[in-house]
């Protein structure tokens, strides 16, 4: 039988895990929310240290905590933030909607910290950690902040990464012509590099909405506790503890304005899940292209060659498959279906609070997550060892039937059309079929038909 002591509540008494630094609170939650693996993300337990650890300083400041109490607190908090005590947060996804056991669970945490380092300091999770708080206020600044600094320390650099790659490929690919494809079928040339263009456009594109969307996580929601009125914190708090954090990490946040807002909409959060989403989209594009090009290696397309990381099948021997392709469309559709899940959440704010927050906290930084993994993984094990095979590009150029298009001027719409049909029809080169129909001599056709003059 596992040590115990007795920790209480405003509930009665309940019994602990001696070795375990958390309270009563989070003790009812693990025996009430006993569902699914799903944990609150650990981004989302360092912002809320981090706030903990501001919350304390403006308090300190303000005459609210004194010194030793907002200095342990603050010891506390940098060890949470190292993540020392990463398995004194064990709390579920699926418990209370506004994440008060989780904002409980970080107060008893800190608290047992300190009265452990200083044993002659009383430390109250409600009186001192959780002063001039609400579970309503600090767990949405939560979100944001966990969100923000996960775009900023991850998402960010792993696109740069990537799109670097793209422009390496774009400059060593540059004078290279192919054929180009629209519907799946063969369309009229263009250079490889333009194509690679497309696709770092795309990455670019999403990086700048991303960026944008992300700066409304900066506004927070501290200072409006319950309801947003800000009762029980003194004026001067929030700004003061938006200082802080922003001396802690590096980033600038501020509080917002309309604390009403703050507290019962989710509307931040939905626009930037849809950038996430659209990157996601984005990165489906890519992935997808790219494993057509690579198809083969002998009765694909097999226009590029991407690097072979593992064997491929259980049952043929020598076959590789582009799996770092087929990773990127999972994390697409799973970020796809997280945006679903964000938008409904957002929708569901009664009154003056929504009570969605844990889901879409995990939500969003499972997102935030895949995306930065997925594009550093995409970029190191495929994009960055992609070759063109330019005898396999040059042979389907050269066959293609839409180089009659650069004919329509000379010799009509439907006469060139006539030409192609009867180069399909017939298994003849297009040379052949416009010769044989009498519409140029061959030394017209090879002027007239030039690919790189098509770009």
Known sequence: MYEYRIEHDTMGELRVPAERLW????????????????????????????????????????????????????????????????????????????????????????????????????????????????????????????????????????????????????????????????????????????????????????????LESSERLRRLAVGGTAVGTGLNCPEGFDRLCCESLSRLTGESFSPEPNKFHALSAKDSYSYLSGALRTLAANLMKIANDVRWLSSGPRCGLCEISIPENEPGSSIMPGKVNPTQCEAITMIAIQVMGNDVTIGMGASQGNFELNVFMPVLAYNMMQSIRLLSDGMLSFDRHCVSGIRAKRENMEEKLQRSLMLVTCLSPRIGYENAAKCAHKALEEGISLKEAVTVLGFLDASEYEEAVRPERML
């Open 23 to 210: 309270g009563a609170q989070t003790e009812r939650s693990l025996e009430n929310f006993r569902i699914g693996t799903e944990e609150i993300p650990r981004e989302l337990i360092r912002a809320l240290a981090l706030l903990k650890y501001a919350a304390a300083e403006a308090n300190e400041e303000l005459g609210m905590l004194d010194q030793p109490r907002a200095k342990c607190i603050r010891d506390a908090c940098k060890d949470i933030i190292d993540g020392k005590y990463s398995k004194e947060f064990p709390l579920k996804v699926w418990q209370t909607g506004s994440g008060t056991q989780s904002n409980m669970n970080m107060n008893e945490v800190i608290s047992h910290i300190a009265m452990r380092a200083d044993p002659g300091i009383e430390m109250h999770p409600n009186d001192h950690v959780n002063r001039s708080q609400s579970s309503n206020d600090i767990f949405p600044s939560a979100m944001h902040v966990a969100a923000l600094l996960g775009i900023r320390e991850s998402l960010l650099p792993a696109a740069d990464g990537l799109i670097e790659s793209m422009k390496r490929l774009e400059e060593e690919n540059r004078e290279l012509i192919k054929i180009g494809r629209t519907h799946l079928q063969d369309a009229v040339p263009l250079r490889f590099s333009q194509e690679i263009s497309g696709w770092r456009g795309m990455l670019e594109e999403s990086r700048e909405q991303i």
